[in-house]
């Protein structure tokens, strides 16, 4: 059937589910799930994690570890299938993700653990990205479609999971079979990828690893986690400027390479993608923390179930996922408001609830938290489609794919900026009740302060750059 065939009328269903190419989705969507599940299951157990085995000091490492090591993965995703091809690519990501998970299960200490991270976190970025590259090989245009819209609500249904996952382990006090149960399915997995998978490379000329900027941005996001842990003022503040330092000369770095994460502009406000890339950063911080301590603060705090307390700790993740499914029939006037509006009500929210976290129950700030995950839903997906339209002629690709890598770089350092602020709110000295409540306010409050950032720049933005985004006037 030839490309033009399908035009004019959508593909049915059935056709992404069907012999050889059901097999080909269903390898897709285990690939994207298995990297959005682990998200949910490891705040669930990491109260369990440090009461075992101890390193409250590094309680947000695992996750800020885990995202930079995905980044690191998503990266080398290009140069890997266009030198060895897709079907080594997926096998060497599903064993990282697979040795990640033994080494996490078997972990005798935080450092461990830290380590078996960056290893699954690198596996589940190749993961992530080869998983996009099959699905623009395996499927005809007309299917791509279907493919992604089965892809979309992932995230959703990983929120749902996930904590179960987490929590069921952690309530028979055996949090490691949350690492170990991920090792069977990523076997499976490598002996469907074997079958479905093509062998050829996929690129025409072996792509350049931009080595140089992903260490520089990686050391960035170590060096800020890193300032959490030393005690003395001067260190901290050293080692903060140290990771925005190596930040800067990672963009130039990139600017100047053969093979680009970001496009020209990045991060420069003039520049619509580059106000953009800002507003990614600031949102995707959001989430971050109160995912990685409101598990914690839950237990601690309110006397919730390790289950009990995954669940009230993806509030925000489903906020988000509803807002999301109802805003995306928004035009025109609509767009517009909710890429101004939607900030503005995520940080309004989490600030609201940071000063109720410790003083109330969870009935009367839990709803600050959906409605926190709603503004992201409400403007998020906009601002990727908006993205793709202001991008400049010949950076539409790394445009449109530069969103992912700036999106897990607020995740990174929103971690490791949670990580500092938890620990100089006192949970070095433990996870006693007192320091868990100070912490849980400093970090709620961190999260809502970065989208207002946001919200301040998305003002401007529409402002500014509203007429090259399309927006319609009021």
Not at 396 to 418: C, D, H, I, M
Request: glycine share 14%; with cysteine.
């Amino acid at each position: 059937m030839t490309g033009n065939s399908g035009q004019g009328r959508r593909a049915p269903w059935k056709l992404i589910f069907r012999g050889r190419r059901g097999l080909a989705t269903g390898i897709i969507l285990t690939a994207i799930g298995l990297h959005a599940i682990d998200v949910f299951v490891m705040s669930t157990v990491m109260p369990s994690v440090v009461m075992e085995i101890g390193g409250a000091a590094f309680y947000a490492w695992p996750t800020a570890i885990y995202m930079v090591a995905t980044i690191v993965g998503s990266a080398s995703a290009g140069p890997l299938q266009a030198g060895r091809g897709l079907r080594f690519g997926y096998i060497m990501a599903a064993g990282l993700f697979g040795l990640g998970a033994v080494i996490g299960g078997a972990a005798p200490t935080i450092g461990v653990l830290i380590a078996g991270r960056a290893v699954q976190g690198w596996g589940g970025g190749l993961l992530l990205a080869l998983s996009y590259v099959l699905v623009r090989t395996l499927y005809p245009d007309r299917l791509r479609p279907r493919v992604l819209a089965v892809l979309s609500p992932l995230w959703g249904v990983a929120a749902l999971i996930g904590p179960a996952v987490g929590g069921v382990f952690a309530e028979i006090d055996w949090w490691r079979g949350a690492f170990w149960c991920q090792v069977p399915i990523t076997l499976v997995f490598i002996v469907l990828a074997l079958r479905v998978v093509p062998r050829a490379a996929t690129g025409k000329r072996r792509a350049a690893f931009p080595v140089a900027a992903i260490s520089l941005l990686c050391g960035g996001a170590i060096a800020v986690a890193a300032a959490g842990n030393v005690a003395i003022a001067a260190g901290k503040a050293g080692l903060i400027a140290l990771g925005v330092l190596m930040v800067v000369l990672a963009l130039r770095r990139d600017r100047g390479g053969a093979n680009p994460m970001f496009p020209s502009g990045a991060f420069v406000p003039a520049f619509a993608p580059g106000a953009m890339h800002w507003v990614f950063l600031l949102i995707a911080m959001a989430p971050t923390g109160v995912g990685i301590f409101l598990p914690l603060a839950m237990q601690s705090l309110h006397g919730f179930s390790p289950l009990e307390a995954g669940y009230f700790g993806c509030l925000l993740a489903l906020g988000w996922t509803t807002s999301a499914v109802a805003a995306s029939g928004l035009h025109d006037r609509g767009v517009r408001r909710a890429l101004m509006i939607g900030p503005f009500l995520t940080g309004a929210s989490l600030l609201t609830a940071s000063f109720l976290i410790d003083q109330s129950p969870p009935w009367v700030f839990g709803p600050l938290l959906a409605l926190g995950g709603s503004g992201i839903g409400m403007c998020l997906p906009h601002y990727t489609t908006r993205i793709m339209r202001v991008a400049r002629r010949g950076e539409e690709a790394v445009t449109a794919s530069s969103v992912t890598t700036v999106r897990s770089l607020g995740v990174a350092f929103g971690s490791a900026l949670a990580g500092m602020i938890a620990n100089l709110a006192g949970l070095t000295g433990g996870l006693e009740p007192a320091a868990i409540a100070r912490a849980a306010h400093w970090v709620i409050a961190f999260a809502g302060g970065a989208p207002l950032i946001a919200g301040c720049i998305a003002l401007w933005l529409v402002a500014r750059h509203g007429r090259e985004m399309g927006l319609t006037r009021r």
